[in-house]
């Protein structure tokens, strides 16, 4: 097959989705493309989310989200038994078509993309819940955007790394030898390595996805992080880059950076602060660690979302 009839092919490669009305939107450069399926009639192939990402014959996306109502997907019902009132789900996908658990920026475009459609009511202060693969996740209306209870985050070894401070290695293209580095879950997998201070975040090629050793078995995130300087005993502030599985570097990543501060919080010992702001490429967010009652400790992650455009697809 020639390189023209295989982009003709995968330009045509939406037909699933012909005639629905998207819009594009990101969080801090992480972009996405959203539709509303409503009734769960018009789920899509890997290659239809390829094709409709795809940067030079598609919209262009890090990833595709899917507006349905919980009570049409199985794992939406399931969360319906404990959470009634979750009744919009988010359904992720890579730019790859694979799916993933959740994103973060994505979880604020997508409840963003609800309220703008007048699917939900959400005025400045009100919370809804709404369904992830993650489980459930609560939004709230800022005056600068939206703040998501991204849950409880954990050590995906556990003791491993709270005794030696990391439980991997990690190389990539700009890293002179391998680097340590601590796996951490905020509902889907990731892994951070620390940079020092005059270590360069610009000097690393993440066109090809970093090696982890060992890899998760179901991949993993792969975040890069050097601490900032501040003045601040309350406020930490970091700088970060990412490749993420399935789509490559990212401007952003929401679940990245709660885990990139959750990693540096931890190596920085007891007296590190609990609220952080991570630079990324495509902007700043906010990440803050929060007592829940149920004795674990929440992530709330806190950031901008921009509407690009609306458009049909044809």
Known sequence: MSETTEGTERAMGWQELTGTRVTKAHGTGNDFVVYT???????????????????????????????????????GQRLLERHPDAEWFMDYRNADGSV????????????DHLVREGLVTLPRGARLRIGTRAGVRTVARTSSGYAVDMGPWSFSHGDTARERGSDCVVSAAGLTVPRPAVSIDIG????????????????????????????????????????????????????????????????????????????????????????????????????????????TEHVVLAGPVRVVATAELR
């Open 100 to 111: 993933a658990q959740m994103c973060g920026n994505g979880v604020r475009v997508f409840v």
């Open 188 to 295: 889907n997998p990731h892994t951070v390595v620390a940079l020092s201070e005059g270590e360069k975040l610009d000097g690393l090629d993440l066109h090809a996805a970093p090696t982890v050793d060992p890899l998760p078995a179901d991949g993993t995130n792969v975040e890069f992080v050097v601490p900032l300087d501040h003045d601040d005993s309350d406020l930490g502030r970091l700088e970060m880059r990412v490749h993420e599985r399935g789509v490559g570097e990212t401007h952003s990543c929401g679940t990245g950076a709660c885990a990139a501060a959750a990693a540096t919080r931890f190596w920085g010992g007891p007296e590190s602060p609990d609220r952080w702001f991570v630079q990324v490429p495509g902007g700043v967010l906010s990440v803050t660690f929060v007592p829940a009652p149920d004795g």
């Open 37 to 75: 399926d409503a009734d769960g009639s018009r789920d899509v192939s890997p290659d239809t989310v390829a094709a409709v990402c795809d940067r030079h014959m598609g919209l262009g996306g890090d990833g595709l989200i899917r507006a349905v109502r919980s009570r049409h997907l199985p794992e």
